[in-house]
């Protein structure tokens, strides 16, 4: 069929791609949006078979439409189509026979079609976000972070995508994705040297998509240092304080602008990324107090074999020696029979506060119990580690503690260590140390006492 000069006028008017295919399978006529956006002149398209214009997979996929349309029907469908250059779309299409009124033969048929990749993406980020936000129990935050910064590059086309924290004008990068270099998560930089420097100061959503031309990035340190040329950054916002940014950005030049679309999405990627971080410190929180003692702060048996266990699987690698102490205030029912309950506290505190003091930031101290104690000390031989039981039992003899009537008061502790044999379960170690923590009370008190085990380990 001849396509009628009244059609291509309709046709290029209108903003929706249309094209005529004759019964052969081939282009009779594209109108001016279709050839936009294929970026081809109608003598490039013109007598060409769809098989030229739509890659060989796409095309195996549509040519099930292709026979239907040409056997009369009305046809479609959505689908993603490649075309022979490369480039993907998800494409809306409508096909429609054109039949001869007399004797009913499909002479061809008109191809209308729209480009919805854009809201075909957009609802896979709502769908992905939707799904990253509800899994919140079964994945770690980190893995949910790292999935919407994926999922961010990958709607908006960019590099990176990083969540950073800023404190003062330190920027530090918590999250990071990148499908190739990324910026390691710890990396700190000064927030005057990144453009989530213009982010903070905007307080809201700022873009750039040629940052060389267009101000304020162009000569901005950021620029300097990285030349960024595409970037979008949003605050983000904890407890009404501001936190830190998400950003996404490239070195490339962006072909389009963000629009208002890109931008509410990348708003409900921060949202979503603002609401993972707050549940995460409250899991610590809980975690915390889980953890930790009340009356002292110092952590509690729960920690302690958590700890235990984690060495023992350490030792497996580093075969460093370690010690377990157990640590029992002497007499101290009598205390509180004597002074009251409340100044019984008071000495527990201030017992923990001084044994607290002299041990390295790597030993473990924990209240289990009443008034018993138990500390891991790593790293050290059983020499070492008695000298610091030592330091430690007379350290809590000397420490005198101030009574309302000006007098003072000062408890001993008695001490039972073991030293742990390779993968000793915590129940042996604790075993050991409690016997010869016995042996140090039925001994006198305020001494120590290494298990037999240790004896002879150290020999
Ligand atoms: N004030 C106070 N006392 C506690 C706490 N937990 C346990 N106790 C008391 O600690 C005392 C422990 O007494 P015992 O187990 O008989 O031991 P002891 O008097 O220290 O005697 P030895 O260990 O044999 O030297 C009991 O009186 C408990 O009530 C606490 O949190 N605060």
Known sequence: MKVDRAFKKLADS???????????????????????????????????????????????????????????????????????????????????????????????????????????????????????????????????????????????????????????????????????????????????????????????????THASKSKPYAGHPCYQQFQLQTYLGLPITINGTVWGTV???????????????????????????????????????LEKLAYTDFLTGLSNRLYLTERFNELTLQRHTNSKSCCFALIDIDHFKTINDTFGHDIGDKMLQQTALKIAGLIRTTDTLTRIGGEEFALIITGLNQAQADSVLEKIRRGVENNKFQLADGSSLAVTVSIGATLISDAEPFKSAYKQADLALYKSKRGGRNRTTWSQQSLTMAQ
Do not use: W
């Open 14 to 208: 209108l903003p929706l791609m249309m094209a005529y295919v004759d019964n052969q399978g081939r282009y009779q006529h594209v109108n001016q949006a279709y050839r936009n956006f294929i970026g081809l002149e109608l003598h490039q398209v013109k007598g060409k078979f769809i098989s030229e214009i739509i890659g060989a997979e796409s095309y195996q996929q549509i040519t099930l439409y292709h026979q239907r349309v040409l056997a009369g029907d009305e046809v479609s469908f959505t689908d993603k189509v490649t075309f022979v250059d490369g480039r993907s779309f998800q494409l809306d299409v409508k096909y429609v026979p054109n039949i001869e009124n007399k004797t009913g033969r499909v002479n061809g048929f008109f191809a209308i079609i729209n480009d919805v990749t854009e809201y075909a993406s957009a609802a896979e980020v709502l769908r992905a976000v939707h799904d990253v936000v509800n899994r919140q129990t079964q994945t770690l935050s980190t893995d949910r972070i790292n999935e919407l910064l994926r999922l961010g590059c990958h709607y908006l086309n960019t590099q990176y995508g990083i969540v950073s924290q800023v404190e003062d004008t330190l920027y530090t990068v918590k999250f990071s994705y990148a499908d190739h270099d990324p910026v390691p998560p710890g990396s700190r930089f000064d927030l005057g040297d990144t453009y989530c420097s213009i982010t903070l100061e905007a307080e809201n959503v700022v873009a750039t």
């Open 247 to 285: 950003n996404f950005s490239s070195p490339q030049v962006r072909s389009h602008p963000f629009s208002e679309l890109d931008i509410e999405l990348m708003g409900l990627i921060c949202s979503a990324i603002e609401t993972i971080l707050i549940n995460s410190s409250k899991t610590k929180r």
